[in-house]
T-cell receptor, first 114, second 110 residues
Framework: SAVISQKPSRDICQRGTSLTIQCQVD?????MFWYRQQPGQSLTLIAT?????????ESGFVIDKFPISRPNLTFSTLTVSNMSPEDSSIYLC???????????FGPGTRLTVT | KNEVEQSPQNLTAQEGEFITINCSYS?????LHWLQQHPGGGIVSLFM???GKKKHGRLIATINIQEKHSSLHITASHPRDSAVYIC????????????FGTGTRLQVFP
């Protein structure tokens, strides 16, 4: 199994500012993902964080808005840039050791943009 | 139409009842996951299965690959089972990713 921690756990931010969310895993993992869960909705994949190279973004998400870093196999950051109230969501970091294995989720970062 | 559909969307039960949550999907898959999300937002992986049936405590998950259908059963339900249960599939065309259902909100009353 993998234990994932995220910082911050929650934040209230002003429109136009940026917030960086950190994800730390207790073991080296191949796959690391960032998800968004808007109020009352299911999870939507933002991007796959690739170690040592640019993240792979899903349709509707762009690097300028959600820059991602992954400097090693246990750590990643997601920045939500130039925030608007529509960015108010829970942001979750998730990992898999390999395809075909269980997926583990961090506790989430609850973001409110005013 | 969503590739992963869950039913019901909302479910209430009395403590002790047997509960079934259903998941249907329209794509070929390599595996299916059942996840539990508590009100605080944290998500726990309950099962990952690609055939047959798995059991863990009071939870049982089954899958029928031919019918593209899975069920999650909770026996002797308890108020602490109250959560959102999410079905997610690994599509055969891209096993790196999961496609999520919209979740079933379960409330168990004492």
């Amino acid at each position: 199994s993998a234990v994932i921690s995220q910082k911050p756990s929650r934040d209230i931010c002003q429109r136009g500012t940026s917030l960086t969310i950190q994800c730390q895993v207790d073991s080296q993992v191949t796959m690391m993902f960032w998800y968004r869960q808007q109020p009352g909705q299911s999870l939507t994949l933002i991007a796959t964080a690739n170690q040592g190279s640019e993240a792979t973004y899903e349709s509707g998400f762009v690097i300028d808005k959600f820059p991602i870093s992954r400097p090693n196999l246990t750590f990643s950051t997601l920045t939500v840039s130039n925030m608007s109230p529509e960015d108010s969501s829970i942001y979750l970091c998730s990992v898999r050791t390999s395809a075909g294995y269980e997926q583990y989720f961090g506790p989430g970062t609850r973001l409110t943009v005013t | 139409k969503n590739e992963v559909e869950q039913s019901p969307q909302n479910l209430t039960a009395q403590e002790g009842e047997f509960i079934t949550i259903n998941c249907s999907y329209s794509v070929g898959i390599s595996a299916l996951h059942w996840l539990q999300q508590h009100p605080g937002g944290g998500i726990v992986s309950l099962f990952m299965l690609s055939s047959g049936k798995k059991k863990h405590g009071r939870l049982i998950a089954t899958i029928n690959i031919q019918e593209k259908h899975s069920s999650l059963h909770i026996t002797a339900s308890h108020p602490r089972d109250s959560a959102v249960y999410i079905c997610a599939v690994e599509p055969s065309y891209n096993t790196d990713k999961l496609i999520f259902g919209t979740g079933t909100r379960l409330q168990v009353f004492p």
